[in-house]
Protein backbone atom coordinates (compact mmCIF):
# COMPACT_ATOMS: atom_id res chain seq x y z
CA UNK A 1 0.00 0.00 0.00
CA UNK A 2 2.85 2.40 0.54
CA UNK A 3 4.44 2.34 -2.82
CA UNK A 4 0.84 3.12 -4.03
CA UNK A 5 2.16 6.48 -2.17
CA UNK A 6 5.82 6.73 -3.12
CA UNK A 7 5.85 5.87 -6.52
CA UNK A 8 3.43 9.07 -7.32
CA UNK A 9 6.14 11.55 -5.23
CA UNK A 10 9.30 9.74 -7.26
CA UNK A 11 8.05 10.42 -10.37
CA UNK A 12 7.13 14.08 -9.54
CA UNK A 13 10.62 14.33 -8.12
CA UNK A 14 12.08 13.24 -11.56
CA UNK A 15 10.40 15.84 -12.99
CA UNK A 16 11.26 19.09 -11.33
CA UNK A 17 14.65 17.39 -11.76
CA UNK A 18 14.50 17.40 -15.55
CA UNK A 19 13.12 20.82 -15.74
CA UNK A 20 15.62 22.12 -13.13
CA UNK A 21 18.35 20.79 -15.70
CA UNK A 22 16.86 22.60 -19.27
CA UNK A 23 19.16 24.89 -20.84
CA UNK A 24 18.42 28.70 -19.80
CA UNK A 25 17.06 30.41 -22.59
CA UNK A 26 19.28 33.35 -24.15
CA UNK A 27 18.12 36.73 -22.92
CA UNK A 28 19.71 39.64 -24.61
CA UNK A 29 18.79 42.19 -22.09
CA UNK A 30 21.18 39.81 -19.87
CA UNK A 31 23.91 41.73 -21.27
CA UNK A 32 25.27 45.34 -21.36
CA UNK A 33 23.64 47.83 -23.78
CA UNK A 34 26.88 47.40 -26.40
CA UNK A 35 26.46 43.81 -26.04
CA UNK A 36 22.89 44.30 -27.23
CA UNK A 37 23.39 46.60 -30.44
CA UNK A 38 25.97 43.97 -31.40
CA UNK A 39 23.35 41.38 -31.53
CA UNK A 40 20.70 43.55 -32.92
CA UNK A 41 22.97 43.08 -35.87
CA UNK A 42 21.29 39.49 -36.30
CA UNK A 43 17.93 41.48 -36.64
CA UNK A 44 19.32 43.96 -39.07
CA UNK A 45 21.12 41.38 -41.10
CA UNK A 46 18.35 38.36 -41.11
CA UNK A 47 15.22 41.36 -41.86
CA UNK A 48 17.78 42.24 -45.03
CA UNK A 49 17.81 38.84 -45.98
CA UNK A 50 14.12 38.54 -46.05
CA UNK A 51 13.78 36.69 -43.42
CA UNK A 52 11.82 36.33 -40.22
CA UNK A 53 12.16 35.57 -36.58
CA UNK A 54 15.81 35.57 -34.77
CA UNK A 55 16.83 32.80 -32.57
CA UNK A 56 19.77 32.95 -30.80
CA UNK A 57 21.76 29.66 -29.40
CA UNK A 58 22.82 29.97 -25.24
CA UNK A 59 25.68 30.11 -26.05
CA UNK A 60 25.80 32.89 -28.31
CA UNK A 61 27.35 35.32 -26.51
CA UNK A 62 30.64 34.45 -24.43
CA UNK A 63 32.27 36.55 -21.26
CA UNK A 64 35.65 36.39 -20.32
CA UNK A 65 38.84 38.89 -19.26
CA UNK A 66 40.88 39.14 -23.21
CA UNK A 67 42.38 42.21 -22.45
CA UNK A 68 43.76 40.74 -18.24
CA UNK A 69 42.11 43.78 -16.99
CA UNK A 70 40.14 41.94 -14.64
CA UNK A 71 37.17 43.13 -16.14
CA UNK A 72 34.50 41.07 -18.06
CA UNK A 73 35.21 41.30 -22.31
CA UNK A 74 32.60 39.80 -24.56
CA UNK A 75 33.07 37.49 -27.67
CA UNK A 76 29.65 37.53 -29.67
CA UNK A 77 29.80 34.71 -31.91
CA UNK A 78 26.35 34.12 -34.77
CA UNK A 79 27.88 30.34 -35.43
CA UNK A 80 24.60 29.10 -34.14
CA UNK A 81 22.00 31.91 -34.45
CA UNK A 82 19.06 31.29 -36.71
CA UNK A 83 17.14 33.51 -38.90
CA UNK A 84 13.69 31.90 -40.07
CA UNK A 85 13.53 31.51 -43.66
CA UNK A 86 17.33 32.54 -44.44
CA UNK A 87 19.44 29.82 -42.86
CA UNK A 88 22.23 31.04 -43.95
CA UNK A 89 22.03 34.65 -42.81
CA UNK A 90 25.71 34.91 -40.43
CA UNK A 91 27.99 32.23 -42.16
CA UNK A 92 29.13 31.69 -45.39
CA UNK A 93 32.58 30.27 -47.15
CA UNK A 94 34.45 32.68 -44.15
CA UNK A 95 33.27 31.36 -41.89
CA UNK A 96 30.71 32.77 -39.58
CA UNK A 97 30.17 36.32 -37.99
CA UNK A 98 31.76 37.25 -34.89
CA UNK A 99 32.06 40.57 -33.01
CA UNK A 100 34.99 40.99 -29.85
CA UNK A 101 33.73 43.85 -27.46
CA UNK A 102 36.46 44.78 -24.91
CA UNK A 103 35.58 46.84 -21.39
CA UNK A 104 38.03 49.79 -21.04
CA UNK A 105 38.98 51.77 -18.40
CA UNK A 106 36.45 54.32 -17.86
CA UNK A 107 33.49 51.85 -17.95
CA UNK A 108 32.56 51.86 -22.03
CA UNK A 109 33.14 49.11 -24.36
CA UNK A 110 34.83 49.03 -28.17
CA UNK A 111 34.67 46.83 -30.67
CA UNK A 112 38.02 45.81 -30.89
CA UNK A 113 36.97 42.95 -33.92
CA UNK A 114 33.67 42.26 -36.31
CA UNK A 115 34.41 39.98 -39.02
CA UNK A 116 33.81 36.28 -40.55
CA UNK A 117 35.81 33.31 -38.85
CA UNK A 118 35.81 29.85 -39.25
CA UNK A 119 36.46 29.26 -35.87
CA UNK A 120 38.52 30.52 -33.15
CA UNK A 121 40.35 29.04 -30.38
CA UNK A 122 41.01 31.26 -27.18
CA UNK A 123 44.46 30.11 -25.87
CA UNK A 124 45.58 30.02 -22.64
CA UNK A 125 45.94 32.78 -20.05
CA UNK A 126 49.68 33.11 -18.55
CA UNK A 127 49.78 32.80 -14.98
CA UNK A 128 50.80 36.31 -14.37
CA UNK A 129 48.03 39.44 -13.87
CA UNK A 130 48.17 41.88 -16.27
CA UNK A 131 48.27 39.46 -19.05
CA UNK A 132 46.27 39.26 -22.34
CA UNK A 133 44.66 36.32 -23.50
CA UNK A 134 45.64 35.52 -27.30
CA UNK A 135 43.23 33.94 -29.80
CA UNK A 136 44.10 31.64 -32.63
CA UNK A 137 41.41 32.45 -35.11
CA UNK A 138 41.09 29.99 -38.56
CA UNK A 139 40.09 32.31 -41.47
CA UNK A 140 39.18 31.82 -45.30
CA UNK A 141 42.51 30.58 -46.85
CA UNK A 142 42.57 34.43 -48.83
CA UNK A 143 43.83 35.64 -45.74
CA UNK A 144 47.21 33.69 -46.74
CA UNK A 145 47.34 34.32 -50.11
CA UNK A 146 45.57 31.02 -50.92
CA UNK A 147 42.27 30.44 -51.94
CA UNK A 148 39.21 29.20 -49.76
CA UNK A 149 40.84 25.93 -48.71
CA UNK A 150 42.89 25.12 -47.27
CA UNK A 151 42.15 27.56 -44.20
CA UNK A 152 44.20 30.20 -42.64
CA UNK A 153 45.37 30.60 -39.10
CA UNK A 154 46.21 33.82 -37.92
CA UNK A 155 46.88 34.42 -34.19
CA UNK A 156 45.94 38.20 -32.13
CA UNK A 157 46.70 39.37 -28.69
CA UNK A 158 43.44 41.22 -27.67
CA UNK A 159 43.67 44.68 -26.12
CA UNK A 160 41.65 47.52 -26.51
CA UNK A 161 42.85 48.51 -30.11
CA UNK A 162 40.80 47.40 -32.70
CA UNK A 163 42.14 45.04 -35.40
CA UNK A 164 41.35 43.35 -38.89
CA UNK A 165 42.53 40.59 -41.11
CA UNK A 166 42.98 41.93 -44.61
CA UNK A 167 43.69 39.72 -47.90
CA UNK A 168 46.57 40.29 -49.53
Known amino acids: MRLRYVIPVLVALAACRVSADEPKGFNPADYPSEVQKA ?9 SQGGGAVSFAPDTVRKIDLTGDGRDDYIVDFRDTRCEGHEVAYCGTGGCFIDI ?27 KRGAIRTIRFELHGGYCGGHGSPSCFKEKGITATPFAFKMP
Open 39 to 47: LHYANEECE
Open 101 to 127: LVRLPDGGMRRVFDGYVRNYEIKAMPM
